[in-house]
């Protein structure tokens, strides 16, 4: 095991009824004047904003609100939101949603101290300093809530990149499974594959991480387990609030203790790809790519991916494993191949150059771009 450091700043408050402590939260932390960051209006409908808006208020908190965040969410309008947080002179960034949202608001937070927010994507400045960063969380799978990441996509450039600062951990985060009753259930399963993919990304270098590799496997079987639960009853409370947990604990440092850095070659190649197609959901994506990776990679450290298919999937081979994934997802109504994204063999050379943007891609091989021409052919 790789010597670490693990420190994790973020409270979570979680909970059935956990949302209207939100103002006491932020008031309790020093915050007077709040920029809530929202999405398309879910939260209208579902009755998340009547709450968070009460709670504000019973606090004696002011506010002011920015909405249209949008799925995979755009640098421009993070630079309109930043404008308005230094106009409103606001002292904490509230995001109410999911990845997205979160994303956005934290973004907004660095940048506020920024010259320049996108040279912080592209690493030419540190981020050292943020806004109070809080969180009511309405849809589980990227671990935003519990991180210090932020993904925008620069829409001219086309380069969907991530935003790395320990000034990005949110100070609190409330995690009420009950509001992500309202998900569509691709919206769901999204989630889920995004969360077990975060996984992944970290197991696969492992080798006798045993406290890690098992607390993977188990997250792993705990995602699935639950995705089946709530496919079959999407108001049952214990398969939600699970899901939503193990989301949390996906990408918050516990699953990669040892483990470097994690792959994230997979994550890198969709990220490229939903850069130059923004319609297609990240989680969506993932579970396209992910099973192509494997099957590219799986002799690349092949006690590691034998026992992945044994612990998670209970089959003899990889390619049984990888089967199992592709027969679940599929069952779960996602996608499983890159032509159900709406992505042909001529659009690879555009994904494969977006993504070798960001620099080099993977640990567990540093793919080339014939690596990554290969692993698009195996998704189609
Ligand atoms: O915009 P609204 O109206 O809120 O609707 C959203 C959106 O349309 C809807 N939704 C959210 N909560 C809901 C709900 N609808 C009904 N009821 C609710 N309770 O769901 C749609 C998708 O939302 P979005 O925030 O885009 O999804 P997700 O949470 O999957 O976030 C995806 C983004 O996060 C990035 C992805 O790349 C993508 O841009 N990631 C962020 C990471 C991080 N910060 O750590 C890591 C991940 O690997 C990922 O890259
Ligand atoms: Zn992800």
Redo the contacts with the bound molecule.
């Keep these: 095991m790789d010597n670490f450091t693990f420190h994790n700043p973020t409270r979570i408050i979680f909970g059935k009824e956990s949302v209207g402590q939100i103002g006491g939260v932020i008031k309790e932390a020093g915050g007077k004047r709040v920029l809530l960051v929202?999405?398309?209006?879910?939260?209208r409908k579902?009755g998340v904003y009547d709450t968070v808006a009460r709670s504000l208020k019973e606090a004696g908190l002011t506010w002011v609100e920015a909405w249209g965040?949008?799925?995979?969410?755009v640098l421009a309008k993070a630079r309109e939101i930043i404008a308005l947080a230094q106009k409103e002179k606001v002292d904490a960034v509230l995001a109410v949603?999911?990845?997205?949202?979160?994303?956005t608001a934290k973004s907004v937070a660095a940048g506020v101290f920024l010259q320049d927010l996108w040279a912080a994507f592209e690493r030419q400045v540190e981020v050292t300093t943020a806004l109070p960063i809080f969180v009511v969380l309405?849809?589980s799978?990227?671990?935003?809530e519990m991180?210090p990441?932020?993904?925008l996509t620069h829409e001219a450039d086309v380069k969907?990149w991530v935003l790395r600062s320990p000034a990005l951990f949110p100070v609190a985060s409330i995690i009420d499974p009950t509001?992500?009753q309202?998900?569509?259930w691709h919206?769901t399963v999204?989630?889920a594959i995004?969360a077990m993919t975060?996984v992944m990304e970290f197991y696969f270098l492992g080798t006798w991480e045993e406290t890690t590799m098992a607390l993977d496997e188990s997250l792993m079987r705990t995602i699935i387990k639950m995705t089946h639960l709530l496919q079959q009853n999407p108001l049952g409370y214990e398969a939600r609030a699970n899901l939503a947990w193990a989301a949390s604990l996906a990408?918050n440092g516990l699953t990669g203790v040892g483990l470097r850095e994690g792959d994230f070659a997979t994550?890198r190649l969709e990220?490229a790809m939903?850069a130059v197609f923004p319609e297609i959901?990240?989680?969506a994506g993932l579970g396209v790519l992910f099973p192509a990776w494997i099957l590219y990679m799986k002799d690349y450290n092949p006690a590691t991916f034998a026992r992945w298919a044994r612990e998670v999937w209970e089959a003899g081979s990889v390619e049984e494993g990888v089967a199992r994934m592709r027969l679940t997802f599929q069952g779960w109504d996602a996608p499983v191949t890159l032509e159900e994204l709406g992505v042909s063999e001529a659009d690879i050379p555009a994904i494969v150059a977006a993504a070798l943007k960001v620099g080099i891609l993977g640990r567990l091989k540093e793919l080339t771009p014939g690596d990554l021409s290969a692993i698009l052919r195996l998704a189609l």
């Design positions: 929202a999405g398309g209006g879910s939260i579902n965040v949008r799925p995979n969410p949603g999911g990845g997205s949202v979160i994303d309405t849809m799978g990227t671990g935003s991180d990441l932020a993904v969907k509001v992500q309202s998900l569509p919206q999204n989630g995004d975060h990408l994550h990220t939903s959901a990240h989680g």
